[in-house]
Each structure stands twice: as structure tokens, then as C-alpha cells.
Nanobody, 123 residues
Framework: QVQLVESGGGLAQAGGSLRLSCAAS????????MGWFRQAPGKEREFVGF????????NYADSVKGRFTISRDNAENTVYLQMNSLKPEDTAVYYC????????????????WGQGTQVTVSS
């Protein structure tokens, strides 16, 4: 079973940047495609973006396209979410997740989840 641990969350001002990391317990992270999701209070879990096993393919929700970038370092068993031009509506708990699907923006397709990290963006 893959254990995922997110870090890097915190408080940022609107227009600022944060970089989230997702570290995996196994050296087989490269066998999983990785997604980032977020959930704000009172709202459903929302797809943010996805990176393929090799890192060559990414896909993003329209709400973050052009502002967020997902990358991965399989040698370090880590996936990153670089968030720029942050907006107050980006405030949420952010989760990384692993899937054996090549590509999915549906949270039920993901098998392993981290505990989440809080991101708060002030206006």
C-alpha cells in the first residue's frame, strides 16, 4: 500500500505562490499516475490536475489552468503542485492521490490518498 504525505501548505496572499509536495513511501511511485484534488468547506472534492507516470502528460481543471503546474520526480518519489497567481477561491484542503489509470479527473478512480494540507489565500 502506498502512503502519501503532503506538505507545503499554509497562508498566502492573493497573487502569491505556494508549492505543495507529495512524498510517497514506496519507490514504485513511478507506476502510478498522480492527481491533485482540493476540497473547500461545504463543497465537494474537486479535481485540480493530473500527471502521468512519466511526467510527460498533464491535465488541469479550467479553474487553475495557466496558474498551477504539476510535476514529479520519480527518483525522489515526490510529486509537486506549483501554485501561482493564487486567488481566495483557491482556499481549500489539497490532497494528492495515486491511481493505476493512465488519466482520470474522477476522485473514485484514485486508490491511495494523502491526509491533505491546508492552503489559505487571503485577499
Amino acid at each position: 500500500q502506498v502512503q502519501l504525505v503532503e506538505s507545503g501548505g499554509g497562508l498566502a496572499q492573493a497573487g502569491g505562490s505556494l508549492r505543495l509536495s507529495c512524498a510517497a513511501s514506496e519507490r514504485t511511485l513511478s507506476t502510478y499516475s498522480m492527481g491533485w484534488f482540493r476540497q473547500a468547506p461545504g463543497k465537494e472534492r474537486e479535481f485540480v490536475g493530473f500527471v502521468s507516470r512519466s511526467g510527460s502528460y498533464t491535465n488541469y481543471a479550467d479553474s487553475v489552468k495557466g496558474r498551477f503546474t504539476i510535476s514529479r520526480d520519480n527518483a525522489e518519489n515526490t510529486v509537486y503542485l506549483q501554485m501561482n497567481s493564487l486567488k481566495p477561491e483557491d482556499t481549500a484542503v489539497y490532497y494528492c492521490a495515486a491511481t493505476t489509470y493512465f488519466s482520470s479527473n474522477y476522485y473514485r478512480d484514485y486508490h491511495y490518498w494523502g491526509q491533505g494540507t491546508q492552503v489559505t489565500v487571503s485577499s
